[in-house]
């Protein structure tokens, strides 16, 4: 048995290329083949920068490029999220304070969580003692975690969000829409934004469903104070239509593709 609380497996997944990904995983984390990326947020009210999410890659000379998709339910899986997680938090807090450190004041970096490591791990001081360390304002970053991942043990993590949300971090819902959270439990947990999943975004100019989906989901967002977060805007139509709609903040391809921390700064720092 697995010492582990992990997920059940949703998904039926290649027996074969699941054990082949515990030994890519354990060679990559012992040669340190693992690199963050960041993807900026836009205002869609401003067009200014807010922000960015941060992304894990894995790239290895033996076995090439792995998705995160694929790489952490296995991970999440084996346990390893634990031990790898607290490197990405370590990685992106350190390029967060280098990105404060070169002017890009005002922003936030949105970390993934895995709910391995809410119900496993002690993920609320862990990230504290990280944003202490570097000097990094609890406000500067966010924490987003799936939908689906809140039917999960639903009182350890309203006890997790209630702890960030009293030192000032937000938290918003990822791949809204295409999970089995009831809307009551927006309510229950205090959440401060929802990010549309893509498959919707995706629609939003050629289909009728997916465009009456985002409205009906920013609408509601805003009764309820919600921020709404747009994710894979590839066309200046989808990002037009989201900004009638009044959708607080764009991410996706037509701005930028998640980049490495010298490109952003690059690109972004002034
Ligand atoms: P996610 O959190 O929903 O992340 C957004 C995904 O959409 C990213 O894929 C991003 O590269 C991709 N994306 C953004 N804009 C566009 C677009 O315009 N078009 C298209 N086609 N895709 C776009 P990525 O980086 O492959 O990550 C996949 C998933 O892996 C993430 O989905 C997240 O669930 C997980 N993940 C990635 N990094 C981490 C991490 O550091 N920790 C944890 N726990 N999970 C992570
Ligand atoms: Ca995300
Ligand atoms: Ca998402």
């Not at 952490?72 to 997680?85: A, T």
């Not at 990094?136 to 969000?161: D, G, M, N, R, Y």
């Not at 498959?199 to 805003?222: H, K, P, R, W």
Request: proline share 4%; hydrophobic share 40%; charged share 20%.
């Amino acid at each position: 048995m697995n010492a582990f609380k992990t997920l059940d497996s949703e998904n039926p997944v290649d027996l074969a290329r699941w054990h082949e990904l515990e030994r890519i995983m354990s060679d990559a984390m012992k040669n340190d083949y693992f690199k963050m990326v960041y993807q900026p947020l836009l205002s869609l009210g401003t067009g200014q920068l807010v922000g960015f999410e941060s992304l894990i890659r894995c790239q290895s000379p033996r076995f090439g490029i792995v998705g995160p998709d694929e790489f952490i339910p296995h991970v999440e899986q084996s346990g390893m999220i634990l031990e790898l997680g607290d490197w990405i938090f370590e990685q992106s807090l350190s390029d967060l304070k280098q990105m404060l450190n070169f002017g890009m004041t005002g922003i936030t970096v949105s970390l993934n969580i895995s709910p391995v490591q809410i119900l496993n791990g002690n993920i609320f001081s862990r990230v504290m003692h990280l944003l202490d360390k570097h000097q990094i304002p609890p406000s500067a970053i966010k924490i987003e975690l799936t939908e689906t991942a809140l039917i999960h043990s639903p009182e350890k993590i309203e006890k997790v969000f209630e702890n960030f949300h009293k030192e000032g971090v937000k938290v918003w819902l990822d791949d809204f829409g295409t999970g089995y959270a009831s809307l009551g439990l927006l309510r229950q947990f205090n959440i401060d934004g929802l990010k549309i999943d893509r498959s919707f975004v995706n629609g939003i100019a050629t289909n009728n469903e997916d465009f009456t989906l985002c409205s009906a989901i920013i609408a509601m967002a805003q009764r309820l104070g919600l921020e709404t977060v747009a994710e894979g805007i590839e066309e200046n139509e989808q990002l037009q239509i989201l900004e009638q709609l009044g959708c607080d903040i764009a991410q996706g391809y037509l701005i930028d593709k998640p980049q490495s921390l010298a490109r952003n700064v690059a690109k972004w720092a002034k």
